[in-house]
T-cell receptor
Framework: AQSVTQPDIHITVSEGASLELRCNYSYGATPYLFWYVQSPGQGLQLLLKYFSGDTLVQGIKGFEAEFKRSQSSFNLRKPSVHWSDAAEYFCAVGANFNKFYFGSGTKLNVKP | SQTIHQWPATLVQPVGSPLSLECTVEGTSNPNLYWYRQAAGRGLQLLFYSVGIGQISSEVPQNLSASRPQDRQFILSSKKLLLSDSGFYLC????????????FGQGTRLTVV
């Protein structure tokens, strides 16, 4: 069965510091992987996606993610965090019949 | 361009009352439609998905049901709400049979009292 694990519930980083959010997935076939961001009380916005090809994908707002098949991981990174990046981040895997399964999310706090 | 509308934004309902949340998509045809629930610390749980009119699949057993009376309309219902139905409900859509991204509505905050 497909599943997504985000091991970090909360992360706090200082503004300007680098960020890495972890995501591990379990899926029997080639995964389609996504990162979404959610501001409080809002819907989800797509940051980036991986379908195939280059394992390092670039997204919006300066985010990138690297797909590592051997580690079943799809970690999200940003070299320099801005205060406006404070939000909750969700990793997701796309499974059969276009169903999407999400991790439990990581809340990012940014210290000034 | 495509847009998704979800309403109401917030809802407070007593235990035992019925529920109807509506979601409509504009600017696309034959979308795949989804209902997710977000509870604190539990991420997004897929409740229902639909690939066409009248075609509904349930992911988890629960007190809720879904219907798709029109191509771009998806309704989440309950006959009698439970306290445990409280949460943040999100409607989403995608297109095609291969996995593309899902696009989300703004959500409905449901509080059952």
């Amino acid at each position: 069965a497909q599943s997504v694990t985000q091991p970090d519930i909360h992360i706090t980083v200082s503004e300007g510091a680098s960020l890495e959010l972890r995501c591990n997935y379990s899926y029997g076939a080639t995964p389609y992987l996504f990162w979404y961001v959610q501001s409080p009380g809002q819907g989800l916005q797509l940051l980036l996606k991986y379908f195939s090809g280059d394992t390092l994908v670039q997204g919006i707002k300066g985010f990138e993610a690297e797909f590592k098949r051997s580690q079943s991981s799809f970690n999200l990174r940003k070299p320099s965090v801005h205060w406006s990046d404070a939000a909750e981040y969700f990793c997701a895997v796309g499974a059969n019949f276009n169903k999407f399964y999400f991790g439990s999310g990581t809340k990012l706090n940014v210290k000034p | 361009s495509q847009t998704i509308h979800q309403w109401p934004a917030t809802l407070v309902q007593p235990v035992g009352s019925p529920l109807s949340l509506e979601c409509t998509v504009e600017g696309t045809s034959n979308p795949n439609l989804y209902w997710y629930r977000q509870a604190a610390g539990r991420g997004l749980q897929l409740l229902f998905y639909s690939v066409g009119i009248g075609q509904i699949s349930s992911e988890v057993p629960q007190n809720l049901s879904a219907s798709r009376p029109q191509d771009r309309q998806f309704i989440l219902s309950s006959k009698k709400l439970l306290l445990s139905d409280s949460g943040f409900y999100l409607c989403a859509w995608s297109v095609g049979r291969e996995n593309t991204e899902a696009f989300f509505g703004q959500g409905t905050r449901l509080t059952v009292v």
